[in-house]
């Protein structure tokens, strides 16, 4: 259950409009970083979180927290859009408002579909999409993730902050950057809490005693003179297994080349069948090598593929 306050978290008072910003706005509201996707991936690992206590609680805290960014957000878009353009170029541009709107520089979506309001889309008017978010039920993947998206985000909404002059809108921005920079702290932080907590190792655990150990801890390079071995991911110890880090080409390592079996004749995929046999570009070919595959499967399920 949530309860609505009816003040915003922090001022949104830009000092004039700019329907040209206001567009820009939208990318670190709707876009694939922006409030709404820090919002929904917060919200779900919530409601989805079965550890009750500290970590529920936490995640629940900042999703609502998050819930009023975009208010805020979507407030200053609309304050941004108030009284746009400020510009006419025309007599008959100015008797059709919402033309001069567009034509001042206000996005088609905001004038069109937003009627002078915020949407829950990008800057190029794409939809909010929920693929953008993580909610995977492991909390230490999912704060890992969390630590990226507030790092996108703050990185877009410095660049957006940027390319304004406006004192009033760049009081709301600096009050967002804050937050994106605890918050990236405060999911690095619970990371921590994990390991301390006993309930994830640095590296996720699972089926940790079935992996291919020759492979985990060896950096593989698929580039020609790659000095990428330099770096510390591949010189020292491991993090997880007490392994000595390493360096190598990246394979192959078998000698599979990835053929094929011959297909279903039914579902008519073309295969070129081996020299000298019929061609299965033919019925006669595919019906042939069809009923191969099925005595090879009765043979099998008979001797247990043993051909003794």
């Known amino acids: 259950m ?36 820090v919002m929904m991936q917060y919200l779900f690992q919530g409601f989805n979180c079965r550890m009750p206590g500290k970590y529920k609680d936490m995640i629940m805290d900042i999703a609502t927290e998050e819930i009023a960014h975009v208010e805020m957000l979507s407030t200053l878009v609309c304050r941004l859009l108030e009284g746009a353009p400020s510009e006419v170029t025309s007599k008959a541009v100015a008797a059709n408002p919402a033309l001069a709107a567009v034509i001042g520089g206000m996005n088609v979506q905001h004038a069109i579909i937003g009627g002078g ?47 304004t002059d406006d004192p009033g809108v760049k009081a709301t921005l600096q009050f967002n950057l804050a937050r994106d920079t605890y918050h990236q702290q405060q999911w690095l932080l619970g990371i921590e809490q994990l390991v301390e907590d006993g309930l994830s190792d640095i590296i996720e655990d699972s089926n940790a005693d079935v992996e291919n150990e020759e492979y985990n801890h060896t950096f593989l390079t698929f580039t020609d003179d790659s000095l990428a071995g330099e770096g510390r991911w591949a010189q020292g110890q491991s993090l997880v297994g007490g392994h000595e880090l390493s360096a190598a080409p990246g394979g192959p390592f078998t000698d599979d080349t990835g053929t094929l079996p011959p297909p279903d004749p039914k579902l008519y995929a073309t ?38």
Do not use: C
């Open 271 to 308: 295969y070129d069948g081996n020299a000298g046999a019929p061609k299965p570009g033919n019925a006669a070919g595919a019906h042939l090598q069809g009923a191969k595959n099925v005595v090879e499967k009765v043979k099998d399920t008979i001797t247990g593929g043993d051909e003794s």
């Open 2 to 37: 949530f309860r609505y306050t009816k003040r915003l978290q922090m001022d949104v008072k830009p000092d004039k409009p700019d329907a040209l910003f206001a567009k820009k706005v939208q990318d670190i509201l709707g876009g694939q970083f922006g409030e709404m996707t």
């Open 117 to 163: 309001g915020a949407l829950p889309r990008d800057s190029n008017g794409n939809p909010w999409n929920a693929g953008y978010i993580v909610s995977s039920g492991n909390l230490l993947a999912d704060f890992r993730s969390n630590v990226a998206a507030e790092a996108q985000s703050r990185l877009n909404t410095s660049r957006v902050y940027n390319m």
